[in-house]
C-alpha cells in the first residue's frame, strides 16, 4: 500500500464553522506534512510531524491547528477561517529516517471559505 | 537551501524526448537536486535525485553537470500524461524530516 488518502476531497465551509482534514497513511512512515496550495503556486510547506511530534511549523496562523494521534493518522482542524484560506490542502508522508527526500502526497482535500 | 531557476513553460511534441532544465548555482556540496511533478489536480509525485551522479530510473534521467551548477530532467519519449508542472528542488540530504520546498516550476505541455 502506497496511498496517502486524504478526506474529505471537498469542502465548504463558513467563516465561522469548525471542519477537520483527514489525513492516513500505512506505509509505516514516520514523518508527515501538510503543504498550502493556491490556484498555479506551487505547494507552500504549513507543518511538519516526526515521530508524531510536531517538529516545524512555518509560522501558520493558529486557526489552523494540526494533530498527529497516532504514526498513520495526521489531522488538520479549522477554525475561523477567511476567504483567502480556500486553496488544496496536500498531506504527505515519509520515511524519517530515509534520505531519499522521497514524499508521497495524496490528492489533496480543496477547501472553500465561504 | 539553494534557490533554484526554472523556465516557466516548455512543449514537446510526443514520443519526442523533453529535456527540463534547472539552474541552480548556489548548491553546496551536501545538497541534492530533487525533482516532482504535479499533474492537474493531483498531488505531486516524486521521479528522480541525485547529488552529482547522472542517475537513471523507470520514469526518468538526471543529468547533473560537473560543477553541479545545473541538472536536466530527461523523459526520453514523452506521452500525453507527462503532461504536468514539473519541479526542482534542491535540498541537504539530511535534515531529519524531508521537508521540501517547491519553487514556480516548468509546466511542460506534450503535443500530440
Known amino acids: 500500500d502506497t496511498e496517502v488518502t486524504q478526506t474529505p476531497k471537498h469542502l465548504v465551509m463558513g467563516m465561522t464553522n469548525k471542519k477537520s482534514l483527514k489525513c492516513e497513511q500505512h506505509m509505516g512512515h514516520r514523518a508527515m506534512y501538510w503543504y498550502k496550495q493556491k490556484a498555479k503556486k506551487p505547494p507552500e510547506l504549513m507543518f511538519v510531524?516526526?515521530?508524531?511530534?510536531?517538529?516545524i511549523n512555518e509560522s501558520v496562523p493558529s486557526r489552523f491547528s494540526p494533530e498527529c494521534p497516532n504514526s498513520s493518522l495526521l489531522n488538520l482542524h479549522l477554525h475561523a477561517l477567511q476567504p483567502e484560506d480556500s486553496a488544496l490542502y496536500l498531506c504527505a508522508s515519509s520515511q524519517e529516517t530515509a534520505n531519499t527526500g522521497e514524499l508521497f502526497f495524496g490528492e489533496g482535500s480543496r477547501l472553500t471559505v465561504l | 537551501d539553494a534557490k533554484t531557476t526554472q523556465p516557466p513553460s516548455m512543449d514537446c511534441a510526443e514520443g519526442r524526448a523533453a529535456n527540463l532544465p534547472c539552474n541552480h548555482s548556489?548548491?553546496?556540496?551536501?545538497?541534492?537536486v530533487y525533482w516532482y511533478r504535479q499533474i492537474h489536480s493531483q498531488g505531486p509525485q516524486y521521479i528522480i535525485h541525485?547529488?552529482?551522479n547522472n542517475e537513471t530510473n523507470e520514469m526518468a534521467s538526471l543529468i547533473i553537470t560537473e560543477d553541479r551548477k545545473s541538472s536536466t530532467l530527461i523523459l526520453p519519449h514523452a506521452t500525453l500524461r507527462d503532461t504536468a508542472v514539473y519541479y526542482c528542488i534542491v535540498r541537504e540530504g539530511w535534515r531529519g524530516a524531508n521537508n521540501l520546498f517547491f519553487g514556480t516550476g516548468t509546466r511542460l505541455t506534450v503535443i500530440p
Open positions: 510531524y516526526s515521530y508524531e511530534k510536531l517538529s
Open positions: 548556489t548548491i553546496s556540496g551536501n545538497e541534492y
Open positions: 541525485g547529488l552529482k
